[in-house]
């Protein structure tokens, strides 16, 4: 389908651009097209939340089962969050005016920092706008010419635009080979600084980094361990701090990255960590110094997040209850749900325009699954990404599976 398609699903019609100036572009979206990667999102007019209520292109709405938010511990729209959140702009207004060195920094800031250093047991913590901020703040301030940054072949795109906006030299080990990570630390020997970026829960496809094996590498080629825990906040670890804690290797794990925005149910991001790291950061991380403050009321969300998931431990056991069954539900339809050990549950689909056929097929039964397609996967590797939520109603499961086997009944099955 081109662009020029009035069923093309672009938000400009082709004549708004009567002059050409930029036809480069619409060359570059039907290319797009015609390999079904068009994306354009569609508009939820409800709370994030178990159920979303969803208006279509004909204005119709609808009420969608939520299989893919990152909002896990279902507390986007929780009354607590929300309360806080509404005070805080009641007391502190909306815009935080400036840099959090120039005249951003709210108290509200630092309960969150002061919460979520405490939370994750660390000395300190930096709260920023968003993850992927935390990430190149992290990057660009300890990393630079002449050190080698080493990265997962799966990380997520804001840990390699992170290590790509550094200057440092760039590697990248095949998926949780360590064997590779560990020939690649030792050619990097005496060649500035070494830096292992990873996810510590792999966001597409639900499986952990080998954090044991990794740590281990550092008695032999001593490197500075990064960890983004972003999508294990709140779900793994006895206290909820991620997967260091649940493979009790916190104490290799040299700095921290977390975002506000999947368990915490709000916005943000932010690095815990050693005082002194986060001293540096407070003074040289570029999206930290140069980027207006978050607003007081995402911090104050924070605040009432990280508390309830210190004191609701049973949201988490729910979650993971119901991501296993799930899991095993699946697996029992006939489905590979490898390699997921966790609350995303990735169903391999191959080519990108069967995957879009699937989440058509889902959509019309009720049911939204994400189709991650290329470049957010490799080529070919199309899914749809299954993320399981607390909260989500008791039929939730069942309406799933009935829905991927009118899937497969198309002939869009992945099997
Ligand atoms: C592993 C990982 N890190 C960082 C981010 C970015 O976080 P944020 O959405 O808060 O920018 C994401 C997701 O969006 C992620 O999956």
Redesign the pocket.
């Known amino acids: 389908m081109r662009t020029s398609d009035p069923a093309c699903p672009m938000t400009f019609p082709h004549d708004h651009d009567a002059e050409g100036r930029f036809d480069w572009l619409r060359l570059r979206l039907d290319e797009l097209a015609d390999a079904d990667l068009i994306r354009r999102p569609f508009t939820v007019e409800s709370a994030q939340g178990p159920v979303l209520t969803v208006v279509d292109d004909a204005g119709r709405r609808r009420e969608l089962l939520n299989f893919c938010s990152n909002n896990y511990l279902n507390l986007a729209a929780d009354p607590r969050v929300i309360a806080a959140a509404r005070d805080a702009v009641e007391r502190w207004g909306v815009g935080s005016g400036a840099s959090r060195l120039i005249s951003g920094t709210t108290s509200p800031h630092r309960q969150a920092e002061a919460a979520l250093a405490d939370f994750m047991g660390a000395d300190d913590a930096l709260l920023l706008s968003?993850?992927?901020m935390a990430?190149v703040a992290v990057a660009t301030a300890l990393a630079g010419r002449g050190d080698t940054v080493l990265l997962d072949k799966l990380d997520?795109a804001?840990?390699i635009d992170a290590a790509r906006q550094c200057g440092a030299r760039l590697r990248t080990y095949p998926h949780g080979d360590v064997d590779r990570l560990a020939d690649l630390l030792a050619r990097a020997d005496g060649t500035g600084r070494r830096f292992v970026l990873t996810?510590s829960l792999f966001?597409m496809d639900g499986d952990f980094a080998p954090l044991r094996e990794i740590a281990a590498l550092k008695s032999r080629h001593p490197f500075t361990l990064i960890v983004?825990e972003?999508?294990a906040i709140g779900v793994f670890g006895r206290t909820g701090r991620g997967v260091a804690e649940l493979l009790e290797v916190s104490d290799a794990v040299d700095v921290t990255v977390g975002?506000c925005?999947k368990s915490l149910g709000g916005a943000?991001?932010f690095v815990a960590g050693d005082r002194v790291l986060i001293d540096a950061l407070r003074n040289t991380a570029r999206p930290f110094v140069y980027s207006t403050a978050p607003p007081a009321a995402a911090a104050a969300a924070v605040v009432a997040a990280v508390e309830i998931v210190r004191s609701e431990p049973q949201r988490r056991g729910r979650l993971l209850a119901a991501a296993a069954s799930l899991r095993a539900m699946l697996a029992e339809a006939g489905w590979d749900v490898s390699p997921s050990v966790s609350q995303i549950i990735p169903i391999a689909w191959g080519g990108a325009s069967r995957a879009m056929e699937a989440q058509r097929v889902l959509l019309d039964r009720g049911v939204l699954a994400a189709a991650i397609r290329p470049p957010t996967v490799p080529r070919g590797t199309s899914r749809l990404r299954l993320s399981v939520m607390d909260g989500l109603p008791p039929d939730a499961p069942t309406r799933l599976l009935d829905a991927l086997s009118a899937a497969r009944e198309r002939g869009v099955g992945a099997k």
Request: no cysteine.
């Open positions: 968003t993850g992927y990430n997520h804001s840990l996810d966001s983004d972003a999508h975002t925005s943000g991001g």
